[in-house]
């Protein structure tokens, strides 16, 4: 592999008008493709397999007329002080506001407060809801509008009016932090690189990779049902590894010219040996993006493949579009330990020409390892088991208008239906009750609902509303405790456990639907796939790094060493989202339960960018070890080239997603935090202590493999043995070394 890679980087070297020629071209067809292609409306949320899906699958073909997934709002009328919302008055107020409401082209129903019971006990506060037939992010702007301007008419009247429900559902927001996230990177290139230049080339390479990738999917997002989050994860993810990816490539050119080799050569050169280890850090990181497909929830496997394409795309750009720019650049990228004039190169030189055999930090902290292993191990895990330690309260859930910041209508409508209602009035639950089996369908309707009536937990239970065919009904369940709570998911479980009983009695099923129970079984759904996933993933990684390590315990190394981290970060996550530590300080509004995704997520992507640490850090000691250093020399030399990259990587990857931190949907904040802080742990304690501990202590074991495998594997040389064949006269070099290179 190496050796192509070298020839693919010459060759983009010399052909560079061709290769920036076609990504340009890319992106201009990607451009186009998303500013023609049709708005996409939300992505469809489906989740086979689970009960809640059945249920809504059985509403749509027995109730023809009901759009089971269509968005709703409920319009929220508090009186104002002293006053009650039966006042004639206010009555009048919310009825002109009704009337209002029902005339919008795709609103289906809007309930009358006096009529349908929806006023509550102390009269204070009353509710319309209002259903469309299509969903939140469907809905056009002009039903939206009218939503709005009869919520402000009302309050005109003096009442206090808010909106909840899902029709003003809108794109998140990231804000300004995504580009402070940006800013630092380019800042922390510049201080690594040394030269304005060489700085910008992964900022370039990154962009245009990302614009490629989030294009193409908005691109598709209609014909192939994507949401917005998916582009949001894509950018996050295509940002972090495609500006790390080129900035291993280009630190490698410039350690190539450091010794001397011509440009061409050492594009070549770079391509071959950090270009290999780009190629199966980005494969392990696809690997656990598609891997999300084991979930079985269309939406994440969607989420995942889209996010796996713009890492492919960040991966090709390095190997091609970097040595092409290098090309451009010319000498304006110096070789490394030199700096442009602009960033003080002359006194950096004379500093460096004071004190040449100065070892740099990389070369100082590994040696520093190696020499006290033991302390360092301890101090690395008990430091990420105590981190870990929240982790065991972990709660998960669905975010739900309850989580929304205070500031928003929907946060505000949900507090006031709390208020009035109580707090399970924010998650019904749908009872459907198929009959079509039993020969007394009303009686077993009848006999579902008092079952249920009975139950611990019930505040309301409406009476059985049967479809024209009389073999199906709906009954609406108010919890007693709010929707995230663990008791609504205690009486979910007591009423699918009572509709067993009483299919044995009536020959009628009962299904428990609704976004709350749908919750509940996405939840369930994601903790089941958990194991499996993660040995899939950890099965399939751990195969590929054997292939490239030629050993055994420094994959298996790897792998226990990514657990640790995301555990640890699992736990800052449950004390940040959850405790409520440092809420204030990270925009956390609302504290609650952690979002059922985030762990299986965190597993995936984590991973992936963990192996990214682990290859490029680790591959430079296979190189020394391989070249004949001692397995300590090998660990201390592995550290002297590669420590800072890393390091710069990490904090390039931990500015990136800390950006997503300010973002104003709830998911994407808290994956964003997920992401940086597991980068933080996994970079600077896994692989920066851990790992050098780990090698030092077991010395040659490390590197030892079956013979029987070291001859079935395949040799992928991703240390660039094979490039001996192709070495070249450096500048400086004597005849006789030239003679020995031609040798």
């Known amino acids: 592999m190496a050796t192509f890679l070298y020839k693919l980087g010459r060759l983009a070297f010399r052909r560079r008008h061709f290769v920036a020629l076609i990504w340009v071209a890319l992106l201009t067809l990607a451009g186009v493709g998303a500013a023609s292609a049709p708005t996409a409306g939300a992505s469809s949320f489906s989740v086979p397999g689970t009960e809640a899906q059945k249920a809504f699958d059985l509403l749509e073909s027995r109730f023809p007329g009901m759009t089971a997934d269509g968005a709703t709002a409920r319009v929220v009328f508090k009186a104002p002080s002293g006053e009650k ?12 506001t009704v009337k209002a409401l029902g005339d919008g082209s795709e609103v289906t129903s809007v309930t009358d407060p006096y009529t349908s019971h929806s006023v509550s006990k102390n009269g204070t506060i009353a509710y319309a809801e209002v259903r469309y037939d299509v969903s939140g992010m469907e809905l056009k702007d002009a039903s939206k509008d009218a939503l709005k301007e009869a919520a402000a008419d009302a309050r005109s009247t003096g009442l206090t009016v808010e909106v909840g429900g899902d029709a003003l559902q809108a794109v998140p927001e990231t804000g300004s932090s995504e580009v402070i996230g940006i800013a630092i990177a380019a800042v922390v290139l510049v201080i690594t690189f040394g030269s304005l230049i060489a700085a910008g080339l992964p900022l370039l390479t990154a962009l245009i990779g990302v614009g490629i990738g989030v294009s193409t999917i908005t691109a598709l997002a209609k014909a192939l049902d994507l949401g917005s989050t998916t582009s949001t994860l894509a950018m996050m993810i295509g940002l972090a590894v495609g500006i790390d990816y080129a900035l291993f490539i280009v630190s490698r050119y410039r350690a190539e010219l450091a010794e001397g080799r011509e440009r061409e050569e050492a594009a070549g050169r770079a391509v071959g040996t950090a270009g290999s280890a780009v190629v199966f850090a980005g494969l392990t990181v696809v690997i656990a993006l598609v891997g999300l497909a084991v979930v079985n929830i269309p939406m994440l496997t969607k989420m995942g493949v889209a996010a796996a394409g713009t890492v492919a795309i960040a991966v090709l750009i390095a190997l091609t579009m970097i040595p092409a720019l290098l090309g451009y650049a010319g000498r304006k990228v110096k070789p490394a330990g030199e700096k442009s004039k602009l960033l003080g190169g002359s006194r950096a030189a004379r500093k460096a020409a004071k004190n040449p055999g100065k070892p740099n930090m990389g070369t100082r902290w590994a040696s520093f390892v190696v020499r006290r292993p033991v302390a360092v191990l301890l101090l690395g895990v008990v430091g990420l088991g105590a981190a870990a330690i929240p982790a065991s309260s972990l709660e998960l859930g669905l975010p739900d208008d309850g989580s929304q910041p205070t500031s928003t209508t929907q946060r505000r409508a949900y507090d006031l239906l709390s208020d009035g209602f109580g707090p399970g009035f924010n998650g019904p639950l749908l009872v459907v009750v198929d009959a079509k089996a039993s020969k007394d369908p009303d009686a077993a309707f009848t006999k579902v609902s008092d079952e249920i009536k009975d139950l611990k937990g019930v505040v309301t239970v409406t009476p059985p509303a049967p479809n024209k065919a009389g073999d199906t009904a709906t009954i609406s369940v108010i919890p007693k405790s709010k929707p995230s709570s663990t008791g609504t998911e205690d009486l979910v479980h007591a009423i699918r456990d009572a509709g067993g009983e009483i299919k044995a009695d009536t020959d009628a099923s009962t299904l428990v639907t ?8 996405v939840s369930q759904k994601l903790n089941d796939a958990l194991i499996p996933y993660l040995i899939l993933v ?85 190189e020394a070890y391989v070249h004949g250093e001692k397995p300590s020399q090998a660990v201390v030399t592995g550290f002297k080239y590669g420590a800072r990259v890393v390091t710069a990587a990490a904090v390039i990857m931990i500015a990136v997603f800390s950006g997503f931190i300010g973002s104003s949907e709830s998911m994407i904040k808290m994956i964003g935090f997920g992401l940086a802080i597991a980068v933080f742990f996994d970079a600077f304690v896994v692989r920066m202590a851990i790992v050098p501990a780990v090698l030092a202590l ?22 660039g043995e094979g490039l001996r064949a192709h070495d070249r006269p450096k500048d400086g070099d004597t005849d006789e070394d030239r003679e020995l290179v031609r040798v």
């Open 514 to 521: 609704g976004s709350t129970a749908m919750n509940i079984d």
């Open 538 to 622: 950890v099965g399939l990684a751990f195969l590929l790094l054997i292939v490239v390590f030629r050993s055994i315990l420094v994959p298996l190394k790897a792998a226990l060493g990514f657990l640790l981290s995301v555990m640890a970060a699992l736990g800052a996550v449950v004390a940040v989202f959850q405790w409520g530590w440092l809420s204030g300080l990270l925009g956390v509004e609302e504290t609650g339960p952690v979002m059922s995704m985030m762990p299986i997520f965190m597993v995936g992507v984590v991973f992936g960018l963990a192996m990214d640490y682990e290859v490029f850090l680790v591959t430079r000691m296979r």
């Open 698 to 719: 077991l010395g040659k074991k490390a590197w030892w493999l079956p013979k029987w495998l070291d001859r079935a594997l395949p040799n992928v040389d991703v240390e």
């Open 85 to 96: 919302m039966t006042d004639a008055a206010n009555k009048a107020a919310v009825k002109k």
